[in-house]
């Protein structure tokens, strides 16, 4: 426990009210007077060219307004996602839009417009696109990778022979498009006692948001209001701007609440331009509204794997090599990087002696995919865990045991460049979950209980780099004495814009009853803020609200020394008064001293303001000078390495070998997130991102058509998404609460590995209920489960993906 | 003056111009009240009590009518396809997804949402109070559903297990995997610990 006043300690968000009485506003509540609504025209074909459009039909029809195609935005270069496209490449692409008086109206009008497309060859499975001859998910290429040395397409096609092999398990030998490694991978094999090496799946899935999309628009005087369904708040300003072809300041972003994002809403996306760029054309407000189907098309998707893994061990359970292989099925925009985190996310997690990883990132007509909660570090996380469970085995060693032996740790470096971390106390961790678990006593409970139901017991471990630094924090004190507290942090649900802003309360040690939290519109003069993706709000946003009111602080004593006489270092702060250290006499209101702000003015007031912050910063405080006492300024506060987020799960399951179902009768899982900031809101996110580990574990993935491209599951049952009945009704979790030493409170951010280790250890638990059988992939259905014990053929070739 | 007579002759005018009309619904639809063989659309309806006159297509649903011809935007639509339950209400006090419902067919039931659940004075219900005290809402977006099920569980069985409580509310889909926080705040409201 830390003698924190608010950081640590539970408070009540103001948006819960707007959640829990209806209040609450999505993109889709809003409207604007002489609103139209749009509807879209979406590719029926995985892939083509649309060569004639003809809209001669709704030409005179009633209601109809407007018609937007791909020559009213600007084009964008493939594989870039567009916002309207004449080149589909996956089923659901925006093609064109109307705009009617009604949604009726539109879809009637999208109906009578004949649209010929010319289909060109798709693929739904990378290797499919990878085989000699097979076909290319964009004529550029059947490949795209991103680096910082250069982007680009390429060709690459594999052997029948190669194919065959990398689907047998052997190490693919086929070209690879990216690479790095570090140490001696050939020596850390030659010193392994044991060697495993296996192939593994982890199959796409789409994110599901509850809110779909939605976004409307309006111009006034030259400025762009849009309303829409954001991840982060003023992080989408500079997309969006570009998106839409104006300046950062000449858009105005609303986005109050918005309904989930899981990566899928980070930055602005096309469909939030697009009532922008009509609005321009009709000279009235358009609403967009995206259907749960749309949702399905163009909200993203996780990455998909099939890769191969090899992993050295020495006789002491230490890892000594590791070496990855994965294709990435990175969908028709080339949005991935999954491949390359995931191998980082060996080297944290595991911290192998030598390591390398090959990257093939294979371009597909599926739903474009996005980053995903722990993207690319929690699909092979649920790869990793019955590894190391096999390799305890081999070993005979505990499975805890093994995990705590190569515990990342405050000493371990890590990727190719060896860095350091911030912290990381992962054995802390496992040990405190073990204990919460009581993993000793579940070790001696017989595996095979009341027929047919047999035990399982899993480990797992999540990780996701969880900080970034540079951003700006902002607050005013008003001459009524309250602090406001200005966050760019979006409302995605993790109360991470309110929370973060508790550290700037903890600074000037005033009462949250006297803060007023300003969030949610672009023009409510926010700072720069962090993106809400990547675990990073929580380190990122407590160290900009610090040093935004450590500034406050220091001219809040400079103020005091002008009005009382003496240095500003003879006065300190209690919450509600500058006061002389020694002569408590000499002493002044919060209140009094942002009036004196103001009359000072200068950097007092916000009328002089740091050179180095951002732009929207700069606008923010050039709107607030002469109205308190700012304190705004830039993170430059020192940090160095890796800032790990991590988490360790148990899971105890019991399996029923007659119908494949397993049901989780325990869950705990334990957060490394340096210091407990928000206690609900971590345990929040732990228990959310519990569920998503099942989902991911058992339930859900992509299935496409192989002959037309179709999807097959775009609702959420057929997706899958856990209910209340998919997953325990109760989920136990706790916190290392450890500082670390890089944030001023000590606090890292979780969102992301706490479903990481939710999904390893299921796959660990299913695992340990079939007597160590891997099945090597996401998710685990129960057909598959049945078909094993059963001894049948699983209903997918090995390696086979998005196709079944 | 006969206040519903003004109100009815607002909505004629309303629907007379279809220009002002797509400032008020998406579906508004055609501008005939009296087509051969329809149904009358100029209906009364009970939302939260108060009776209100709407104009309504034969084949709207509550959602739509809730949200985009009355303004009661609490009521999500997740997936419009009776999946979700992001937009479930009460209608005579049993849960149903409102956007598998056609609003012609609850005309003499009487409706509750979201914004019908709070106490006339404001003060919240207690599943509303015990769903902030447990911080059960992430994103929020389905959270208007889920009260509406854990309203008509606890109307039903003031003391419900957390079995019972989980099956109650299994119909309405959380994708942030609230569902733990939510049966937390179930037990509260029902007075129950949660140890």
């Keep these: 426990m830390n003698n924190y006043k608010h950081i640590g300690k539970n408070f009540i968000p103001p948006d819960i009210y707007g959640k829990v009485n209806g209040k609450a506003k999505y993109a889709e509540d809003f ?102 001859g097979g076909p290319d998910a964009r004529e550029e290429g059947n490949v795209f990778s991103r680096s910082r040395e250069g982007s680009g397409f390429k060709k690459i096609k594999w052997t029948k022979k190669q194919i065959e092999e990398f689907r047998a398990g052997k190490e693919p030998t086929g070209e690879h498009a990216t690479e790095w490694n570090y140490g001696n991978l050939e020596q850390g094999f030659k010193d392994a006692a044991l060697i495993i090496e296996e192939p593994f799946v982890t199959t796409g899935y789409a994110h599901m948001s509850m ?60 469909a939030a331009a697009l009532p922008g760029y009509f609005s321009k054309k009709l000279g009235r407000p358009v609403q967009l509204r995206i259907t749960r189907e749309q949702e399905f098309y163009i909200g993203s998707a996780r990455v998909g794997f099939q890769g191969w893994i090899k992993l050295g061990f020495a006789e002491d359970g230490r890892m000594t090599a590791g070496d990855v292989f994965i294709i990435e099925d990175i969908g028709p925009n080339a949005t991935g990087g999954d491949g390359s985190s995931a191998g980082g996310a060996i080297s944290l997690l595991y911290d192998p002696e030598a390591m390398r990883f090959r990257g093939l990132p294979v371009l597909t007509n599926t739903t474009p995919r996005g980053a995903q909660r722990g993207p690319g570090q929690n699909q092979i996380a649920a790869i990793m865990a019955p590894l190391m469970d096999k390799a305890a085995k081999a070993l005979d060693l505990d499975r805890l045991e093994i995990r705590k032996i190569n515990a990342v740790n405050n000493e371990t470096t890590v990727y190719a460049e060896q860095r350091p971390v911030t912290s990381a106390y992962m054995k802390e961790a496992l040990q405190k979950g073990a204990d919460l678990f009581d993993w000793d006593t ?363 | 003056m006969n206040v519903n007579l003004t109100r009815r002759r607002f909505i004629k005018a309303v629907i007379a111009s279809s220009a002002v009309a797509s400032q008020t619904g998406c579906q508004l639809g055609s501008k005939d009240l009296h087509a051969k063989g329809s149904v009358e659309r100029l209906i009364s309806l009970d939302i939260n009590g108060k009776k209100r006159r709407v104009d309504v297509l034969p084949q709207e649903t509550l959602a739509s009518t809730l949200r985009y011809k009355l303004g009661l935007t609490g009521t999500k639509i997740g997936c419009n396809r009776g999946e979700c339950g992001a937009c479930t209400v009460l209608i005579d006090g049993i849960p149903n997804y409102a956007c598998s419902t056609l609003s012609h067919s609850v005309r003499k039931r009487q409706v509750q949402s979201i914004e019908g659940v709070a106490n006339k004075d404001g003060t919240l219900h207690p599943i509303q109070e015990a769903f902030v005290e447990e911080l059960s809402p992430q994103c929020g977006f389905c959270t208007p559903g889920q009260i509406m099920s854990a309203v008509a569980l606890l109307n039903e069985n003031p003391k419900p297990s957390r079995e019972e409580a989980r099956q109650a509310l299994s119909g309405n889909i959380c994708r942030c995997g609230a569902y733990d926080h939510y049966l937390n705040g179930v037990m509260r409201a029902s007075g129950q610990s949660n140890e």
Aim: charged share 20%; glycine share 10%; with cysteine.
């Design chain 1, 442 to 804: 579940k070790q001696q409970f017989p595996q095979k209980i009341n027929a047919p139901k047999v035990r399982g017991l899993g480990i797992g471990q999540g990780y996701h780099s969880a900080g970034a630094k540079g951003f700006d924090g902002l607050i005013r004190i008003a001459p009524d004495g309250k602090i406001h507290l200005y966050s760019g942090v979006g409302n995605l649900g993790t109360y991470s814009y309110a929370s973060t802003t508790r550290a700037a309360a903890e600074v000037l040690k005033c009462e949250w009853d006297d803060c007023i939290i300003h969030n949610g519109r672009s023009d409510k003069n926010l700072p720069w803020s962090s993106y809400q993706a990547g675990s990073v709000s929580t380190y990122a946003q407590t160290r900009t609200n610090y040093v935004a009111a450590v500034d406050a602080v220091d001219k809040m004593k400079n103020i005091a020394a002008k009005i009382h006489g003496g240095k500003a270092d003879d006065f300190d702060i209690d919450g509600r008064h500058v006061h002389h250290k020694t002569t408590p006499s000499k002493s002044s209101t919060y209140a009094e001293i942002a009036q004196a702000a103001i009359e000072f003015g200068g950097t007092f007031s916000g009328a002089i303001y740091p050179e180095d912050i951002h732009d929207i910063t700069k606008r923010s405080v050039q709107n607030i000078a002469g109205t308190g006492l700012v304190g705004v300024a830039k993170d430059k506060l020192p940090q160095n390495g890796v800032i790990p987020g991590l988490a360790a799960a148990f899971v105890e399951i019991e399996l029923d070998l007659e119908t494949g179902k397993y049901e989780i009768m325990d869950y705990v899982g334990i957060a490394e997130c340096g210091t407990v900031v928000h206690p609900q809101g971590l345990d929040a996110q732990m228990k959310g991102g519990a569920v998503w580990g099942m989902g991911m574990a058992g339930l859900e993935r992509h299935v496409f058509d192989p002959q037309n491209g179709l999807p097959a599951n775009i609702g959420y049952h057929q997706c899958k998404v856990p209910s209340y009945l998919d997953v325990p009704s109760v989920t136990r979790t706790d916190a290392v609460d450890l500082p670390d030493p890089q944030n001023p409170f000590g606090a890292r951010g979780i969102g992301e590995p706490a479903m990481g280790c939710a999904v390893a250890a299921l796959t660990s638990a299913i695992s340990d209920a079939l007597d160590g059988y891997n099945f090597g992939r996401t998710p685990v259905s129960s057909d598959m489960i049945l078909n094993y014990v059963t001894g049948n053929n699983q209903s997918f070739k090995p390696l086979q993906t998005n196709n079944f």
């Design chain 1, 31 to 132: 409207r604007a007077d002489g609103m139209v609504f749009a509807r879209m025209y979406t590719s029926p074909v995985a892939h083509g060219r649309v060569t004639d459009i003809d809209t001669s039909a709704i030409d005179n029809m009633e209601g109809v307004v407007g018609i937007l195609t791909a020559d009213d935005v600007p084009s964008t270069e493939a594989p870039n996602a567009a916002i309207l496209t004449n080149n589909p490449a996956f089923i659901g692409d925006p093609i064109l839009a109307v705009a009617a008086t009604d949604e009726r109206i539109a879809e009637d009008a999208l109906n009578k417009i004949k649209v010929k497309i010319e289909t060109l060859p798709f693929a739904v499975d990378p290797l499919d696109s990878l085989m000699e």
């Design chain 1, 211 to 270: 809110e779909p999309r939605t976004a409307m628009a309006y111009w006034q005087n030259g400025t762009c209001y849009v309303y829409g369904s954001a991840q982060s708040q003023s992080f989408w300003l500079p997309g969006l701007a570009r998106l839409l072809g104006v300046e950062q300041d000449k858009v105005v972003l609303i986005s109050e609440n918005t309904g989930g994002g899981f990566g899928s809403k980070i930055g602005a996306y096309p």
